[in-house]
């Protein structure tokens, strides 16, 4: 008898494998929390009423809870009670859950300072290609309309702008001037007074002086009707310089205006304020002029500066998360 219990078994598993046998194997399907709305509240009761709750949705306010302590939105099944609210339902290990939070706060803050960081790159780059024009009107379409190869001398500033209000140099400030004749109107005045009266800080003022004075030249550029160029191509600015000295002048949005092929050269000097901003003054060695080429001051991209304060708590906020997590590693069995 057992042989044969042992054949029909053996049979019967055969079978199965060539599938003579049609029926298919039952399934057993296991439902989960989230497919069962009821068992997702298993385990909290209704404040009001005490019948059991089930799990919805939550809003925004929740989820910015639940980065300090995990809670989850429920409704009560009585018709006749209607309770909707949060619940505390986190049973697991709090050091995990924290750590977890730490780092997500880590990550949005510092994709927040990226994000400000871009766009302040962003407006400076904006500023640098499109340099902010004061007082254009009739003089800055004259200028535009200038031939190429004449001078235009701009327009005298008004006594009521903030820029004549502050000069204290000898100078005559204009607007809106075009350059085209090189070395017809040479610079009477000094570096000192021609940066004074541009406005740029004291500090940066003494650093080119002393440079211009001592013939420390950091680079040299070309000068042409198309822009202003360093001769190894690497920086280029446009046509058009923040402010220019010339004869007894300083001439703001003054724009370089030759026949075209003719090039001028000129020395480069940097020198930089106590914010870090990088500031570029040319000379050309033609007439001996002063321009400024970066009157709000220019950031380089791959320049050394003292980083921001923002930069150094990202930095610390970083580091400190590293050193937290590291101790904890180090304190498990």
């Known amino acids: ?12 598993r055969v079978c199965n494998e060539i599938g003579f046998i049609d029926d298919p194997p039952k399934t057993t399907t296991r439902l989960t929390i989230d497919d069962d709305p009821l068992a997702a509240g298993m385990g909290h009761r209704c404040p009001s009423c005490g019948a059991p709750v089930q799990r919805v949705h939550r809003h925004a306010v929740d989820r910015g809870l639940s980065l300090f302590r995990t809670v989850h939105r429920y409704r009560c099944v009585a018709g006749s009670c209607g309770w909707e609210g949060r619940l505390h339902s986190f049973t697991g290990d709090r050091g995990a859950l924290w750590r977890l939070r730490l780092l997500w706060m880590t990550l949005g803050a510092a994709l927040a300072i990226a994000g400000v960081q871009g766009w302040r790159q962003h407006q400076r780059l904006l500023e640098r290609a499109h340099p902010a024009q004061v007082g254009l009107g009739g003089a800055e379409l004259k200028s535009q309309a200038t031939p190429a190869g004449q001078d235009f001398e701009g327009e005298t500033l008004p006594t009521h702008d903030e820029r004549v ?66 001769l190894d191509g690497r ?92 101790r904890r590693r180090r304190r498990r069995p």
């Not at 204290?168 to 004074?196: E, K």
């Not at 740029?200 to 042409?224: C, D, M, T, Y």
Request: proline fraction near 5%.
């Open 165 to 230: 209000a502050g000069n204290r140099t000898p100078l005559t400030l204009r607007n809106s001037c075009a350059w085209g004749v090189p070395g017809s109107n040479r610079y009477r005045g000094t570096v000192t007074q021609a940066l004074h009266a541009a406005n740029l800080p004291a500090e940066v003022v003494r650093q080119v002086a002393e440079k211009a004075e001592r013939g420390w030249v950091h680079e040299q550029v070309e000068i042409s009707r198309e822009g202003i160029r360093t």
């Open 235 to 326: 920086r280029h600015w446009g046509n058009q310089m923040l402010a220019m000295a010339f004869g007894q002048t300083l001439c703001f949005n003054t724009r370089v205006n030759f026949v075209p092929g003719h090039v001028e050269h000129a020395a480069l000097y940097r020198a930089d304020d106590r914010q870090g901003r990088t500031y570029t003054v040319i000379v050309p060695y033609v007439c001996d002029n002063v321009a400024v080429l970066g009157e709000r001051g220019e950031i380089p991209e791959n320049g050394h500066r003292t980083p921001e304060p923002a930069t150094w708590a990202t930095a610390l906020l970083g580091l400190g998360l590293a050193g937290w997590l590291t």
């Open 1 to 12: 008898m057992r042989l044969r219990q042992r054949n029909v078994a053996a049979s019967d």
